[in-house]
């Protein structure tokens, strides 16, 4: 795959798969012959500036034949050549993906104080109040969001004070059993006198 990589520029492979192909169909279809391969190859790599580096090209465009050449026939198709030059991008394109300019680090001491770092556990939204009651998992607090959800107002167990059209409303007497066993419990059975 060096090979390839050396070749010179997207004109040299089109170069080449036009004269693979022109010479596969002189030769009656059946693939290149070693020799052909190496030719044609030769014409699209930059020339060779000694003979040690000649016969190193040669060399390795006979170990490329090999390579590609998986039916073992001593002829090379055109279908072989383009496979393998694809499967060996693929594979030098993972080993050499160059590294992320950036890349997202999460914050751990960032504290997303607008869920508590809790996902909602559940949603309820009651007609009455022309509220939605969010209770979310591990939160010590109940959020109340109006109906356009752009505001929230958090509700804990110590203090409740909610406001309706009718005005505040009476937590004393608006529950229908005194004890409940979370608040969720509690806000199911929330109504209004």
């Known amino acids: 795959m060096d090979l390839m990589m050396r070749l010179k520029g997207g004109h040299a492979f089109k170069a080449i798969s036009e004269e693979f192909r ?3 169909q002189l030769l009656g279809g059946e693939g290149l012959y070693l020799s052909d391969f190496v030719e044609i190859m030769l014409k699209g790599l930059p020339k060779a500036k000694t003979i040690k580096e000649k016969y190193e090209t040669v060399s390795g465009l006979v170990d490329l034949f090999n390579d590609i ?8 198709e055109f279908n072989e050549f383009t496979s393998y030059c694809v499967d060996a991008g693929m594979v030098a394109t993972r080993e050499r993906v160059t590294p992320m300019k950036y890349q997202y680090v999460k914050d751990k001491d ?14 309820k939204w ?3 109040l022309k509220r939605a009651i969010v209770i979310e998992t591990k939160s010590n607090s ?11 107002q958090e509700v804990f167990a110590a203090s409740v004070s ?9 937590v004393e007497n608006c529950f229908q059993k005194t ?5 969720l419990d509690l806000l199911q ?4 006198p």
């Open 22 to 24: 022109a010479r596969e």
């Open 69 to 76: 050449d998986i039916n073992g026939d001593g002829t090379l």
């Open 110 to 123: 960032y504290i997303d104080r607008t869920t508590q770092g809790a996902g909602i556990e559940k949603i």
């Open 126 to 128: 009651f007609p009455e």
């Open 142 to 152: 109940v959020k109340v969001y109006p109906p356009d959800f752009k505001t929230v």
């Open 162 to 170: 909610l406001s309706t059209q009718n005005g505040p409303l009476d």
């Open 179 to 183: 004890s409940f066993t979370n608040d």
């Open 189 to 192: 059975h929330l109504t209004l």
